[in-house]
């Protein structure tokens, strides 16, 4: 098994380190830390010279080499002081410091679970059959129904038909004309509403109204439009 093996690698050389540093010098990732002992380095390659120069590579781990300047000392008052904890020093020469792990990288954001909300299809017109326009309705690319000029209001729930998040609405109106209009008045108008609503009583209220979209009966030329509903 390759990794107990390396780790034992590491254990014996370790244990011959105070022996070969009387014939040269112990190095750990390029800084010199003679006199450095009872310590162990994992996952260290170890080379040495022809001089018995000892070097060590070890990945994760950090050596620095500080002088340290005796502090004088004071005569002591009549009164002794209440002694001020000393603020943490930088390791004392020899010491060596394990390197911080690198931080882990932020996991990916969590695509969206299910749909929380309740999305309504609901028409409007000022007098059914006026604007001489049917509508289709696509929910991503699927063909969901007509919405005819000459019926009552329409209201759908369309969440089944909805994915979470981001979904493509597409209304096609087409103008059906079979011969005199019956009317050209802007006034006349076939509206459909998408949004977030709410059931109660028999009655749907939409919230937050999403989707607008509307013909009027002056309108002569057939229109398509795209939308993206994003459910929550």
């Known amino acids: 098994m390759p990794r ?7 254990t014996v050389v370790a244990s011959l380190v105070p022996m070969l540093a009387l ?51 004071t005569p002591s008052a009549a009164t002794p002081s209440t002694p001020t904890p000393p603020a943490a020093a930088p390791p004392d020469a020899g010491v060596v410091a394990q390197a911080p792990a690198p931080a882990a990288p932020a996991a990916p954001s969590a695509s ?3 749909i929380t909300q309740r999305y309504w299809l609901v028409t409007e017109q000022t007098t059914p059959g006026m604007t001489d326009f049917d509508i289709d309705v696509y929910v991503n690319s699927r063909w969901l129904r007509r919405l005819r000029n000459n019926e009552d209001q ?36 076939f509206k459909v509403i998408i949004g977030e609503g709410n059931e109660g009583g028999g009655n749907v209220m939409i919230d937050t109204p999403l989707i607008r979209f509307q013909k009027t009966a002056a309108d002569v030329q057939d229109a398509t439009e795209e939308f993206t509903l994003t459910t929550r």
């Open 23 to 73: 014939a040269g010098s112990v190095f750990l990732n390029g800084v010199k830390i003679d006199g450095v002992t009872n310590t162990r380095f994992e996952k260290a390659t170890v080379r040495i010279d022809a001089e018995g120069n000892i070097y060590i590579d070890a990945p994760g781990y950090a050596a620095r080499v500080t002088t340290v300047t005796p502090t004088p000392a």
């Open 154 to 189: 329409v209201v759908v729930d369309i969440t089944s038909q909805l994915r979470p998040g981001a979904n493509a609405v597409t209304l096609i109106a087409r103008k059906q004309v079979g011969g005199s209009r019956r009317s050209t008045s802007p006034g006349n108008v």
């Open 4 to 10: 107990p093996s390396a780790r034992i690698a590491i």
């Open 112 to 114: 969206p679970g299910r």
